[in-house]
């Protein structure tokens, strides 16, 4: 460690922020003191079930009832139970306004832009909730998305879930029968795909494909397409294929009726990568991916009503589930598809300025990858109303930490964060009440009980693990 951070919040900031108003609502509602973040941490790890009821009450997540009991068998792993008796809609709290303040903005690197408020959110999701109803989709369904990162994947997933179906996605780039190894598992009812996708100055048809994969998927009863990169793609030879605005044409927007599932009902089916076999399906609840986003968004990443939120992501990745929950912290998403570096390396900078991106999230190999073509963002961009900087994927080298502060922005936070597919979440994470320093995470999450070991099983502090 250096003896200077490279960032560090002053008075003002930290009195302002959602964490420090957490530490002061656990002091008010257990009668403790908590004095500083680390005692904080260590409450969240030794009460847990006060942690909890705290998390939930204070993020303002909705559940039609959270039932008696806030954990069972908590002695096993796995088999500890949260919340066993609770009812919640994932969907309904992500869909908690209908107001006309902006819910989605979108940018595609063919310069398409859509914006969506919140009215517009709601009023689409409940005509494809319509829909799939007709359709027969039920509890327990599983729903496939083959779908760049764009509203429409958005609002397909939450129409799903809103009607207790599974959400899976896949990214358009992946080849037929990466497809087939991961939906192939979970035999979809129905297919929500694009009819194809931009990167890199090229458009890429994604029907071919589409059609090879549902030859292969009986399971599949309808394929939903959306019309992105043609106004009338052809669908001949596309199996059991209709154009979105075709699906949804029949129906008006109503008031979504939202059905309340246990705290465990499966939510979505992630994948590990495929390395060592066939990808292995991991199941996520619905109450544990909401609160865990919660607890990252508001109190670890300090996200507000109106903040707007970036994450380069695919649908392929656990980052778009991720960013996808803010919703329920009244956060703009900002959605992007298409290269970080087309038509060059500026284009997610200039994102950021002109939608007056708040949090901007993106990978190590991105920053490394801005590095070495020498771009200087600090030099070209304002960036203004960006507070904080994310980045994960893997380790942020010490010395992108001091690029970052050197070439992009010198008085934001930037946090390393890590977490995984195979727990929906992140167990370092950063906190904006902390300093920065030089190639460190900033802090464990948390509630998550994080510690490195020696090679007899011990923990260890300041050396190598």
Same mark, same amino acid.
């Given at each position: 460690?250096?003896?200077?951070?490279?960032?560090?919040?002053?008075?003002?900031?930290?009195?302002?922020?959602?964490?420090?108003?957490?530490? $002061?609502?656990?002091? &008010?509602?257990?009668?403790? %003191? =908590? /004095?500083?973040?680390?005692?904080?941490?260590?409450?969240?790890? *030794?009460?847990?079930?006060?942690?909890?009821?705290?998390?939930?009450?204070?993020?303002?997540?909705?559940?039609?009832?959270?039932?008696?009991?806030?954990?069972?068998?908590?002695?096993?792993?796995?088999?500890?139970?949260?919340?066993?008796?609770?009812?919640?809609?994932?969907?309904?709290?992500?869909?908690?306004?209908?107001?006309?303040?902006?819910?989605?903005?979108?940018?595609?690197?063919?310069?398409?832009?859509?914006?969506?408020?919140?009215?517009?959110?709601?009023?689409?999701?409940?005509?494809?909730?319509?829909?799939?109803?007709?359709?027969? $989709?039920?509890?327990? &369904?599983?729903?496939?998305? %083959? =779908? /760049?990162?764009?509203?429409?994947?958005?609002?397909?997933?939450? *129409?799903?879930?809103?009607?207790?179906?599974?959400?899976?996605?896949?990214?358009?780039?992946?080849?037929?029968?990466?497809?087939?190894?991961?939906?192939?598992?979970?035999?979809?009812?129905?297919?929500?795909?694009?009819?194809?996708?931009?990167?890199?100055?090229?458009?890429?048809?994604?029907?071919?494909?589409?059609?090879?994969?549902?030859?292969?998927?009986?399971?599949?009863?309808?394929?939903?397409?959306?019309?992105?990169?043609?106004?009338?793609?052809?669908?001949?030879?596309?199996?059991?294929?209709?154009?979105?605005?075709?699906?949804?044409?029949?129906?008006?927007?109503?008031?979504?009726?939202?059905?309340?599932?246990?705290?465990?009902?499966?939510?979505?089916?992630?994948?590990?990568?495929?390395?060592?076999?066939?990808?292995?399906?991991?199941?996520?609840?619905?109450?544990?991916?909401?609160?865990?986003?919660?607890?990252?968004?508001?109190?670890?990443?300090?996200?507000?009503?109106?903040?707007?939120?970036?994450?380069?992501?695919?649908?392929?990745?656990?980052?778009?589930?991720?960013?996808?929950?803010?919703?329920?912290?009244?956060?703009?998403?900002?959605?992007?598809?298409?290269?970080?570096?087309?038509?060059?390396?500026?284009?997610?900078?200039?994102?950021?300025?002109?939608?007056?991106?708040?949090?901007?999230?993106?990978?190590?190999?991105?920053?490394?990858?801005?590095?070495?073509?020498?771009?200087?963002?600090?030099?070209?961009?304002?960036?203004?109303?960006?507070?904080?900087?994310?980045?994960?994927?893997?380790?942020?080298?010490?010395?992108?930490?001091?690029?970052?502060?050197?070439?992009?922005?010198?008085?934001?936070?930037?946090?390393?964060?890590?977490?995984?597919?195979?727990?929906?979440?992140?167990?370092?994470?950063?906190?904006?009440?902390?300093?920065?320093?030089?190639?460190?995470?900033?802090?464990?999450?948390?509630?998550?009980?994080?510690?490195?070991?020696?090679?007899?099983?011990?923990?260890?502090?300041?050396?190598?693990?």
């Amino acid at each position: 460690m250096t003896d200077t951070p490279l960032w560090r919040p002053d008075d003002q900031c930290i009195a302002a922020t959602n964490m420090t108003d957490f530490r $002061l609502a656990i002091e &008010d509602d257990w009668n403790i %003191y =908590l /004095p500083d973040e680390a005692a904080l941490y260590d409450f969240s790890i *030794a009460e847990i079930e006060k942690f909890w009821v705290s998390l939930k009450d204070h993020t303002g997540a909705i559940a039609e009832t959270w039932g008696d009991r806030v954990v069972e068998n908590l002695d096993k792993m796995p088999g500890a139970k949260f919340f066993p008796e609770g009812r919640l809609s994932f969907a309904e709290n992500l869909l908690r306004r209908r107001d006309d303040g902006e819910a989605l903005v979108f940018r595609g690197e063919d310069k398409v832009e859509t914006r969506l408020t919140y009215g517009q959110l709601y009023d689409q999701v409940s005509q494809t909730v319509q829909a799939l109803k007709a359709l027969g $989709l039920k509890k327990g &369904d599983r729903v496939g998305g %083959y =779908l /760049p990162n764009m509203p429409e994947a958005i609002i397909a997933m939450l *129409a799903a879930t809103s009607l207790g179906a599974i959400w899976s996605s896949c990214s358009p780039d992946f080849g037929v029968q990466g497809v087939l190894d991961r939906f192939g598992q979970i035999e979809p009812i129905v297919i929500f795909a694009a009819d194809g996708y931009h990167y890199n100055g090229k458009t890429h048809d994604s029907l071919g494909k589409l059609s090879e994969i549902l030859d292969q998927l009986p399971s599949v009863q309808r394929a939903v397409i959306i019309a992105y990169t043609r106004t009338n793609p052809p669908l001949d030879g596309v199996k059991n294929a209709i154009l979105l605005d075709d699906f949804t044409a029949p129906f008006e927007p109503t008031e979504i009726v939202f059905e309340h599932f246990e705290f465990n009902h499966a939510l979505y089916i992630m994948y590990s990568s495929g390395t060592t076999g066939a990808p292995k399906c991991i199941v996520h609840g619905a109450g544990g991916t909401l609160l865990q986003h919660l607890k990252e968004h508001q109190l670890h990443c300090d996200i507000k009503p109106g903040d707007r939120l970036f994450f380069f992501t695919t649908c392929g990745w656990m980052m778009w589930n991720w960013l996808v929950t803010a919703l329920a912290s009244q956060a703009t998403l900002m959605l992007y598809d298409g290269s970080p570096f087309y038509p060059d390396g500026n284009v997610l900078f200039d994102y950021a300025d002109a939608e007056k991106i708040t949090h901007f999230g993106t990978s190590a190999k991105f920053i490394d990858a801005l590095i070495k073509a020498g771009l200087e963002p600090k030099q070209t961009h304002s960036l203004a109303s960006v507070r904080l900087l994310m980045s994960t994927g893997s380790p942020l080298a010490p010395n992108a930490f001091t690029w970052v502060y050197d070439h992009v922005k010198t008085n934001m936070q930037l946090a390393s964060i890590a977490g995984g597919t195979d727990l929906m979440a992140c167990f370092v994470i950063g906190n904006p009440n902390l300093p920065v320093w030089k190639g460190e995470i900033q802090t464990r999450a948390l509630a998550m009980a994080v510690e490195v070991f020696d090679d007899d099983g011990n923990p260890v502090r300041g050396d190598k693990g």
